[in-house]
């Protein structure tokens, strides 16, 4: 049983999950649209991280990198979905918010696993050839700035499921 004061909570986390999913969608769609603009910028002015070398450094976890990736816009869908739930007070929407919320912390550590333990090495070590080979301060640069970008999502995106969850375990009781 829910209370009016949590009802009314549930329909504000319902409304932001709605719009962070289409966010999340609008952005990912986005970039998966640019990428074929961004490659030949690269391709153009190889001063601006060498991608032949990031891209052989990063040859191995590729498919796992992809793989993330597509994780994206899976769980935005989700988000959408159990917003639509929460602004309905359907009674699946609060179980399938608290379902989300955990596989969404899940996804955001295999991430930022993912990257600190496979992916930042690999850039930082194509920096270092790099740096080694004469590369000018654009492309070192850029490899810095590529270096923290799942930690960084991660401190952006967990907050909302982590608020999600416990709002609805008070409402557990628990």
């Known amino acids: 049983m829910t209370t009016p004061d949590l009802q009314k909570r549930l329909r504000t986390f319902g409304i932001v999950a709605i719009v962070a999913g289409a966010l999340d969608l609008a952005v990912h769609a986005l970039a998966f649209l640019l990428s074929s603009v961004w490659q030949a910028r690269y391709a153009a002015e190889p001063a601006v991280v ?63 696993g993912v990257h600190l333990a496979l992916v930042k090495p690999r850039i930082i070590a194509a920096h270092d050839e790099a740096a080694k080979a004469g590369a000018n301060e654009n492309a070192l640069r850029g490899y810095e700035a590529m270096e923290g970008a799942a930690t960084r999502q991660a401190i952006l995106r967990a907050p909302f499921p982590l608020a999600l969850l416990l709002t609805l375990r008070r409402r557990s009781g628990g």
């Not at 988000?79 to 399938?96: D, H, N, S, T, Y």
Request: aromatic share 4%.
């Open 50 to 112: 060498e991608p032949q070398r990031l891209e052989a450094a990063l040859a191995p976890v590729a498919t796992l990198m992809k793989g993330v990736a597509a994780l994206i816009p899976v769980m935005a869908v989700g988000l959408i979905l159990v917003g639509v739930g929460l602004v309905r007070a359907r009674p699946w929407a609060q179980r399938a918010a608290q379902a989300w919320s955990l596989a969404a912390l899940v996804v955001l550590g295999a991430s930022v």
